[in-house]
């Protein structure tokens, strides 16, 4: 990460008088909220969770999940629920898979998905109740 630069240097230096901290240097104040920054979450699952989030940012892909929370469905299914063309709901499909989502089932000739977890199926009511 990039070391900040005079701008960022003033903004917290005023910021220390603004908050009132006094005996910590302004570099002290910038490592401690880097490191605060690092403590909170690790880079990895940040980058996970945004990937989730993105799967989720798409009302036919949620529709997906809530359909899928109901039972296994294939594609020629979901087809037909969502009134939409093969390639659209495989590429739906594909970014709720990449997500770590839904996971597919083969059975024979056929794959079905399902909901990877059930902490899916909470995450996406909680949403749903938030919104």
């Given amino acids: ?11 917290v230096t005023r910021l220390l008088k ?3 901290i006094e005996g910590v240097t302004t570099e002290e104040y910038a ?30 892909r949620i529709k997906i999940l809530k359909l899928l929370e109901k039972e296994s469905l294939c594609v020629c299914e979901l087809m037909e629920a969502l009134n939409m063309r093969q390639p659209l709901i495989s590429y739906h499909l594909k970014l709720l898979r990449e997500a770590g989502l839904i996971r597919p089932i083969k059975k024979g000739k056929w794959v079905f998905y399902k909901i990877a977890d059930k902490k899916v199926q909470r995450m996406i009511d909680k949403i749903i109740e938030l919104a």
């Fill in 18 to 20: 603004v908050k009132k």
């Fill in 31 to 60: 490592r401690r909220l880097r490191k605060l920054s690092e403590d909170v979450i690790e880079l990895e699952k940040a980058e996970k969770a945004a990937k989730v989030f993105s799967a989720v940012s798409d009302p036919v």
């Fill in 1 to 11: 990460m990039k070391k900040s630069g005079c701008a960022s240097r003033s903004r």
